[in-house]
């Protein structure tokens, strides 16, 4: 009798263990049923939790066995929504918020960036906008970082796109914020590589037009200009990752250039197709004025302006060079 009643509370024991590992890896992201990696994980305590269900380390997260997953990986650190509505004075919302992005609304999220500021939108996986300041204070010759990773500061009801969402999809990860504006410090050049940052782009798209945009933005700093950036998609070409990213049909992107004394010159705007119809184009071929970005796409830029200054420069159309 008593031989059989330990062999019952033994096989309690068991079942209640593999009822607990069962609850533990259920919380667990979905790359465990492939192979997970460091690029996974927003944060360090989120590849850890995978490492402690896992001990025998199968997707090798601890690189040098001291029992800690991917340490190159942030903190987990978020803010209170109380914390962000005191944040004030952000650089790169200095004249305006496009969309009145807030701390409430999933897809209206304000997110505030020492590198840039933008509203997110959960039910996309994508930015609304991503707005930034550009000028020399921001450009060096650090390398870049190519450390795709997933935001640690999105909500918690809000799905953190992976780096491996957008694998075999055929469309770029996209930087609204480019790699190339931060290039001062490490840390400003990796922030741009959050897939908070992302945007699904068409290869001719990403690597010809838009990011000859991208130079001659810089070109302009170069001559000691100051430039308010702003930057998204428009509308829904399909999507990606289990519909859990939209590929915009259009990116546009809506530039403010002030001279050395930081009085605002003019504003280049440009809409163009997010598809391969663009290959070998120019992107002054896509020059519209900022008041065309806005009918659409209903966002008010640059609105922290004096109101006749705005009308004067979102009605013209920028003079390619």
Same mark, same amino acid.
């Given at each position: #009798?008593t031989?059989? /009643? !330990?062999r019952?509370?033994? *096989?309690?024991i068991?079942?209640?263990?593999?009822?607990? %590992?069962?609850t533990?890896k259920?919380?667990?992201p979905?790359?465990?049923?492939?192979d @997970?990696d @460091?690029?996974d994980?927003?944060?360090?305590?989120?590849?850890q939790?995978v490492?402690?269900? !896992?001990?025998?380390d199968?997707?090798?997260?601890?690189?040098?066995g001291n029992?800690?997953?991917?340490?190159?990986?942030?903190?987990?650190?978020?803010?209170?929504?109380?914390?962000?509505?005191?944040?004030t004075?952000?650089?790169?919302?200095?004249?305006g918020?496009?969309?009145n992005?807030?701390?409430k609304?999933?897809n209206?999220?304000?997110?505030?960036?020492?590198? $840039?500021?933008l509203?997110?939108? @959960?039910? &996309?996986?994508t930015a609304?906008?991503? +707005?930034?300041q550009?000028?020399r204070?921001?450009?060096?010759?650090?390398?870049r +970082?190519d450390?795709?990773?997933?935001?640690p500061?999105l909500?918690?009801? @809000?799905?953190?796109?992976?780096?491996?969402?957008?694998?075999?999809s055929?469309? =770029?990860?996209?930087?609204?914020?480019?790699?190339?504006?931060?290039?001062? &410090?490490?840390s400003?050049?990796s922030?741009?590589?959050? #897939?908070?940052?992302?945007?699904?782009q068409s290869?001719?798209?990403n690597?010809?037009?838009w990011?000859?945009?991208?130079?001659?933005s810089?070109?302009?700093?170069s001559?000691?200009?100051?430039l308010?950036?702003?930057?998204?998609?428009?509308?829904k070409e399909g999507?990606?990752?289990?519909?859990?990213?939209?590929?915009?049909? $259009?990116t546009?992107?809506?530039?403010l250039? +002030?001279?050395?004394?930081?009085?605002?010159?003019? %504003? /280049?705007?440009?809409r163009?197709?997010?598809n391969?119809t663009?290959a070998r184009?120019?992107?002054? =071929? $896509? *020059?519209?004025?900022?008041d065309?970005?806005?009918?659409k %796409?209903g $966002?008010?830029?640059? =609105?922290?302006? =004096?109101k006749d *200054?705005?009308?004067?420069?979102?009605?013209?159309?920028?003079?390619s060079?």
């Amino acid at each position: #009798m008593t031989i059989y /009643i !330990f062999r019952l509370v033994l *096989i309690l024991i068991l079942l209640l263990a593999g009822c607990s %590992t069962g609850t533990q890896k259920a919380n667990l992201p979905n790359c465990i049923n492939s192979d @997970c990696d @460091c690029s996974d994980f927003a944060t360090q305590e989120e590849a850890q939790r995978v490492l402690d269900a !896992f001990p025998d380390d199968r997707y090798k997260l601890d690189g040098d066995g001291n029992g800690l997953a991917c340490e190159r990986l942030p903190r987990q650190n978020k803010s209170t929504n109380k914390e962000r509505e005191v944040n004030t004075g952000n650089v790169h919302l200095k004249y305006g918020n496009p969309s009145n992005a807030n701390s409430k609304d999933l897809n209206n999220y304000l997110l505030e960036k020492p590198q $840039y500021a933008l509203s997110y939108n @959960c039910k &996309t996986g994508t930015a609304n906008w991503v +707005s930034w300041q550009l000028n020399r204070s921001w450009l060096g010759r650090v390398d870049r +970082s190519d450390d795709f990773r997933p935001d640690p500061d999105l909500p918690n009801d @809000c799905y953190a796109v992976r780096p491996n969402d957008y694998r075999g999809s055929g469309y =770029d990860r996209g930087h609204l914020a480019p790699s190339g504006d931060r290039t001062k &410090t490490q840390s400003d050049n990796s922030a741009t590589f959050l #897939m908070s940052n992302m945007i699904p782009q068409s290869p001719a798209n990403n690597r010809e037009v838009w990011r000859e945009l991208e130079e001659y933005s810089r070109e302009l700093v170069s001559q000691g200009k100051e430039l308010y950036i702003v930057a998204g998609g428009e509308g829904k070409e399909g999507a990606i990752a289990d519909n859990q990213v939209t590929v915009p049909k $259009y990116t546009w992107k809506v530039i403010l250039v +002030s001279d050395k004394s930081g009085n605002i010159e003019e %504003t /280049i705007a440009v809409r163009m197709p997010n598809n391969d119809t663009v290959a070998r184009t120019d992107w002054t =071929d $896509y *020059i519209v004025s900022v008041d065309e970005i806005e009918k659409k %796409t209903g $966002y008010d830029f640059f =609105d922290a302006l =004096d109101k006749d *200054i705005q009308r004067k420069i979102e009605t013209k159309t920028y003079k390619s060079p």
